[in-house]
């Protein structure tokens, strides 16, 4: 696995999202980069949007 | 134009501004807080420990920078004493609208002994910052109430290398939300990481040094003492407002006195009482257009809620209130389904692998609030 797949975090609930595993169940497939997560995508747990996410310093 | 003023700078008051500033840029908006204003997440509070979050971590945007982005006026350290007329320290305050987003309090057994006041509860990040200056030497953490948040601390803790003890009245953990066999699920993951339980029973007396008295006969020595048995809406000051759990409002979250509205933590929506992210999200988003001139009544689609215990990932979605029916119990070992047939499918519980079902079976769970 490539390590420099980044983690972010929503600041809302904490829920978070990692570019390595993606989220195939919500149809985003393992890998897929935060940039191209669609914007109208939500925060499974809290429904903000992507701007309510940060990037986690690994 | 007097402002639009919400009292309370907690998630549900602060996601109340945002989404109004979404669709008003510009008339005035006063938020009235007893702390100091900080936004933090909330749901983090039960899992920060063992990453070692300090309290400053934790806050993800400082007031400052919330009266710059909502283009508010936030007023801290502010005690309310009166809400018609709105009052703070003797003076009164004018508003066009008045939003009470007020949270909840822990709840707390009234127990005996000289050790019972010193008994910690977190629900805010001051409590957050006594309960990590109360770890920082401690050892043995014993853990009142063995729900979601009792539960969520226990793994969190563990992980961090305490000697955790859960206490609850139950005979499981999650009690009535979950079937015994999920209950017992997360309980054995718990056990596995070296959580002590003792169920069906409770505390009755806390000696200094501490030395817990159960209603078992048992006797627990404990540093740090922690409940988490429940919260209850904050209606306190809400005296001429009709009250029943919470606060209650209709379907447009507004009380019976005119202008008035409450959400989150504190407000009774049509009954319900749902001290969690997604019913307050849902009840923000509606409430801001409804503040923005364009009333909207807020729905509540079914809302799994996440157990936040890696040792057993855990999403359940409990059946309402009064709902008969049965739970079917499908998989093997840590990777359940529980289902709840009413006898459509009216509420779930799923553990390990099976928690990638959330979704899907979302969809098919009715709404709460249509």
């Not at chain 2, 549900?12 to 908006?29: H, I, M, N, Q, W």
């Not at chain 2, 018609?84 to 005996?112: C, F, N, R, W």
């Not at chain 2, 009064?322 to 499918?345: D, M, T, Y």
């Amino acid at each position: 696995m490539s390590d420099d797949f980044k983690v972010y975090k929503c600041v809302i609930c904490g829920f978070e999202y990692n570019e390595a595993a993606g989220i195939p169940t919500e149809g985003i497939p393992a890998g897929t980069r935060w940039d191209d997560v669609p914007d109208e995508w939500l925060c499974p747990e809290c429904q903000v949007g992507k701007s309510d996410f940060e990037m986690l310093l690994q | 134009m007097h402002p639009i003023t919400i009292i309370g700078t907690g998630l549900a008051g602060y996601t109340v501004a945002r989404e109004f500033r979404k669709l008003d840029k510009d008339s005035p908006l006063r938020l009235i807080t007893a702390d100091d204003g900080h936004f933090y997440s909330k749901p983090m509070l039960s899992n920060a420990f063992s990453q070692n979050k300090t309290p400053e971590n934790l806050v993800a945007i400082p007031v400052t920078k919330m009266r710059e982005q909502l283009n508010a006026e936030i007023l801290t350290n502010a005690q309310v004493t009166q809400f018609t007329p709105l009052t703070i320290q003797d003076k009164q305050l004018e508003y066009s609208k008045l939003v009470l987003a007020l949270g909840a309090d822990p709840i707390h057994l009234s127990l005996a002994g000289d050790g019972a006041a010193d008994v910690l509860s977190v629900n805010d990040l001051n409590d957050y910052a006594k309960f990590r200056n109360a770890l920082a030497n401690a050892k043995k953490v014993v853990i009142m109430g063995a729900g979601l948040i009792g539960c969520e601390f226990a793994n969190d803790l563990q992980q961090a290398g305490f000697e955790v003890t859960i206490i609850d009245l139950a005979p499981h953990p999650l009690g009535r939300l979950v079937p015994k066999i999920i209950g017992q699920t997360l309980q054995q993951a718990l056990q596995d990481l070296g959580i002590t339980f003792h169920f069906d029973t409770t505390v009755t007396n806390i000696a200094k040094g501490y030395k817990l008295t159960l209603s078992d006969g048992n006797i627990l020595e404990a540093d740090v003492v922690l409940s988490a048995i429940g919260l209850f809406p904050r209606t306190k000051l809400a005296t001429n407002i009709m009250i029943n759990r919470g606060i209650v409002v209709n379907r447009y979250l507004q009380t019976n006195v005119e202008n008035i509205y409450s959400l989150g933590d504190c407000a009774e929506v049509e009954g319900l009482v749902l001290p969690f992210v997604m019913p307050l999200m849902n009840a923000a988003k509606a409430l801001a257009k409804t503040l923005a001139g364009e009333p909207t009544q807020v729905n509540y689609p079914a809302m799994p809620v996440v157990v936040k215990t890696p040792a057993c990932p855990l999403v359940i979605s409990p059946p309402a209130l009064g709902v008969k029916g049965e739970w079917q119990i499908e998989g093997e070992g840590r990777n359940l389904k529980a289902l709840f047939l009413s006898p459509k499918l009216a509420g779930f519980a799923l553990t390990g692998t099976c928690v990638a079902e959330k979704m899907a079976l979302a969809k098919d769970l009715p709404a709460l609030l249509v």
